[in-house]
Every structure is written in C-alpha cells, then in structure tokens.
C-alpha cells in the first residue's frame, strides 16, 4: 500500500536556526513528491516539488527538499527559521504516469519557530 | 493566492441532509480533485475529474458524488450527511499530468450536528 510518513508531530526550531522536517515514504516505482504548507484556517499552499534530476530541490519562501532514493525520505529544510514559517507542513507523494492525480498526503508536523 | 475559489467558506447542516460545496478552478486548468481533511489529520483523496468525467476515486462510499462543468467549475456533493463528515473539504485544481503540482483553494468547513 502507498503511504507517506511524518514522523515528526511537532519540530520546534529557534528563529535563525536551521530547520528540518521529515518524511519517508513507501510507494512503488518513481514517484513524484510534494511539500505543501497550511496555515490556519487557510488551504494548502505549494512549497516544492521533486520530479526527476538534482536530489536538492529549491522551493518558495526559501525552502528546499532533498530526495533520497535508497532511504525513501524526501526531508525540507531550510538554513535558517523566520517566526513566520510556523505552520503545518505536508509531505505527499503521487505515482507517476497514473491518469488519476491521486495525491498521498502525510498526517503533518507542526512547525514552531520562536523568536 | 491560487486563484481557486471555494463555497461556502462554512456551513452547518443536520445529520441526514445534503450537502453541495463548490468550487472554481484556477484558469486554464482542466482537472479537478476533491479532498477531506478531518481535524489533525492530512487531507485525504475523494475523486478527481477530468473533461467532466469522474478519473479516480478514493475510499469514500457513493454518497459522496461530484459534478464537472464545461468551465471546470465543480461541485462536490454529499447525502445522508453523517456526524464524521465533519472536516475541511478541499478543492484543488491543475493541469492532466502527475508531475503537475496541485492548486488547492482555501476550502469549505462542514460541520454536522
């Protein structure tokens, strides 16, 4: 079965500090991976995306991924917190060439970063 | 913002009624997808469709049914409303395609009662 696993409920991070969020996943062949970040009461807003190519993905507000096949992982980071970046984060995945764009999203980590 | 629009931005309905959330996708997008999400969790897949025609479905039972119009515009509708079918319903819209990233809108919160 597919899924995508944040192991992490919660990161907290002090302001300027830098910042890790993790996630694994387990689906077959090569899929495509995602980052999305959710702010309060808000949807989801599109961070990053790893399709093919470079491991270190460079994303907005920022953000980077870096993708690593033999661990399955596709962790954010990012050098160095604002205060601004506290929020819920979702790593997701989607199987490639599948005519339904089913996206696999992870449970979420909160992230907290303070002054 | 995405440029996807999502309505009502609340509602509260009764255990048993029905329920139509709608939804404007971002300009030029031809697919459509609908998620919930309940509290604390990640959003969850419901349907997707493409060219007005139903292209994937998650795990969620027949009472829960959508509509694609020829302006991709969409509707997600739920009957026989249930006290679980309390959550944050989301729309997101792209282009055909996995590697297309999805444009979610700020989404619709159901509460039931």
């Known amino acids: 079965a597919q899924s995508v696993a944040q192991p992490e409920d919660q990161v907290n991070v002090a302001e300027g500090n830098p910042l890790t969020v993790k996630c694994t996943y387990s689906?077959?062949?090569?899929?495509?991976l995602f980052w999305y970040v959710q702010y309060p009461n808000r949807g989801l807003q599109f961070l990053l995306k790893?399709?093919?190519?470079?491991?270190l993905v460079k994303g907005s507000y920022g953000f980077e991924a870096e993708f690593n096949k033999s661990q399955t992982s596709f962790h954010l980071k990012k050098p160095s917190a604002l205060v601004s970046d506290s929020a819920l984060y979702f790593c997701a995945v989607r199987k490639p060439y599948s005519s339904a764009s089913k996206i696999i999203f992870g449970s979420g980590t909160r992230l907290s970063i303070r002054p | 913002e995405t440029g996807v629009t999502q309505s009502p931005t609340h509602l509260i309905k009764t255990r048993g009624q029905q329920v139509t959330l709608r939804c404007s996708s971002q300009?030029?997008?031809?697919?459509v997808s609908w998620y919930q999400q309940a509290l604390g969790q990640g959003p969850q897949f419901i349907f997707q469709y493409y060219r007005e025609e139903e292209n994937g479905r998650g795990n969620f039972p027949p009472r829960f049914s959508g509509l694609q119009f020829p302006n991709y515009s969409s509707e997600l509708n739920v009957n026989a409303l249930e006290l679980d079918d309390s959550a944050l319903y989301l729309c997101?819209?792209?282009?055909?395609?996995?590697?297309?990233?999805?444009?979610f809108g700020q989404g619709t919160r159901l509460t039931v009662v």
């Open positions: 997101a819209s792209s282009l055909m395609g996995g590697s297309a990233e999805a444009f």
């Open positions: 790893y399709i093919t190519g470079d491991n």
């Open positions: 300009s030029g997008h031809n697919t």
């Open positions: 689906v077959s062949g090569n899929p495509y």
